[in-house]
């Protein structure tokens, strides 16, 4: 009987700790940094997008925002359940979302996107490399840390 009231205590923690983290990539911004592309040694990335989507069943509009275009460049949307958005970001390393290797760590303000919505959205990017692929999901304004 001991065990078997341990084990439901345990059973709901964790699902209790699960729903937390899975609801910490909910958020009204999203901050999505330029990813570092090492150059001629690696495999050069295909076609890129953003993918956007939220589990609220009414239509939630956003606005994307490509660092350092200004207003002409934002790209406006909206989102629900049952209707994700796409955005191609582009194909090969010369776009909005890649910066060389030897760029890495160097604050740019002319990469990267930062995704603002009237209610919470989940964001992720995926890339696509020839036999390889990759993917970034953002964690919204919970992942923000003081440094």
Do not use: C, W
Request: hydrophobic share 40%; charged share 10%; net charge positive.
């Amino acid at each position: 009987m001991y065990k078997l009231k341990l084990f439901k205590r345990l059973l709901v923690a964790l699902i209790v700790f699960n729903a937390t983290m899975v609801y910490a990539q909910l958020s009204k911004t999203h901050y999505i940094p330029p990813i570092t592309e090492s150059g001629a040694n690696s495999s050069t990335p295909l076609d890129h997008y953003l993918y956007i989507s939220t589990p609220s069943t009414a239509s939630i509009n956003f606005i994307i925002k490509p660092v350092g275009l200004g207003i002409a460049g934002y790209i406006y949307g909206s989102v629900s359940q049952s209707t994700p958005y796409v955005h191609k970001i582009g194909d090969g390393r010369n776009t909005q979302l890649f910066i060389d290797a030897n760029q890495t760590s160097v604050k740019k303000n002319n990469k990267g996107y930062i995704i603002e919505s009237q209610g919470v959205i989940y964001v992720s990017v995926r890339i696509n490399a020839g036999s390889q692929a990759g993917a970034l999901v953002s964690k919204g304004m919970a992942a923000l840390g003081t440094a």
